[in-house]
T-cell receptor
Framework: QKEVEQNSGPLSVPEGAIASLNCTYS??????FFWYRQYSGKSPELIMF????GDKEDGRFTAQLNKASQYVSLLIRDSQPSDSATYLC?????????????FGQGTRLTINP | KAGVTQTPRYLIKTRGQQVTLSCSPI?????VSWYQQTPGQGLQFLFE???????NKGNFPGRFSGRQFSNSRSEMNVSTLELGDSALYLC??????????FGPGTRLTVL
């Protein structure tokens, strides 16, 4: 089992709709979670992070964390064609003093005009 | 504030050669991590340095090594290159909250 799992997609969403990206993790010791956006040929760009159960909103983006279900999600409201990219979920944990940031494989999102 | 910089951006080497990649973190960031990204394996962690010490290491062979200097700049070295080492190598520097900011990457092609 991979430590961080994401549906690779592609996920197609019409412009203006809500895009929902999901991520599950296996390490219950994971302390915080990060969402990155990566455009083709570019490096990952941090969108937001979350470490408490519940929702965290930043503009059109909302991250949701449910530690009991070991589930993290990212909602993108009013999706724009410029949101078309691969979205990477990452979990952060400390094991025996070693910090570890583990990335999922990423979900490719396409926003259709 | 300037972002993470990586040099060179593109590199072509042949099998058996060695290569050194460089990364300059965001000013004030003391942690630098290195990743390998390939279409098949995704983003895989190589190692992390903090205050000139390797703090964490991924599951890569000993051909992959790194170091960090007193100014937090980091280098990674790959010896005896193999075709499978062709990848995008990303460096990221971290805040105290473990938010990692990536550089543009070095695209390595091994022929």
């Amino acid at each position: 089992q991979k430590e961080v799992e994401q549906n690779s997609g592609p996920l197609s969403v019409p412009e203006g709709a809500i895009a929902s990206l999901n991520c599950t993790y296996s390490d219950r010791g994971s302390q915080s979670f990060f969402w990155y956006r990566q455009y083709s040929g570019k490096s990952p760009e941090l969108i937001m992070f979350i470490y408490s159960n519940g929702d965290k909103e930043d503009g059109r983006f909302t991250a949701q964390l449910n530690k009991a279900s070991q589930y993290v999600s990212l909602l993108i409201r009013d999706s724009q064609p410029s949101d078309s990219a691969t979205y990477l979920c990452a979990s952060y944990s400390i094991l025996q003093g070693a910090q570890k940031l583990v990335f999922g494989q990423g979900t490719r999102l396409t926003i259709n005009p | 504030k300037a972002g993470v910089t990586q040099t060179p951006r593109y590199l072509i080497k042949t099998r058996g050669q060695q290569v050194t990649l460089s990364c300059s973190p965001i000013s004030g960031h003391r942690s630098v991590s290195w990743y390998q990204q390939t279409p098949g394996q995704g983003l895989q962690f190589l190692f992390e340095y903090f205050s000139e010490t390797q703090r964490n290491k991924g599951n890569f062979p000993g051909r992959f090594s790194g170091r960090q200097f007193s100014n937090s700049r980091s280098e990674m070295n790959v010896s005896t290159l193999e075709l499978g080492d062709s990848a995008l190598y990303l460096c990221a520097s971290s805040t105290m909250n473990n938010e990692q900011f990536f550089g543009p990457g070095t695209r390595l092609t091994v022929l």
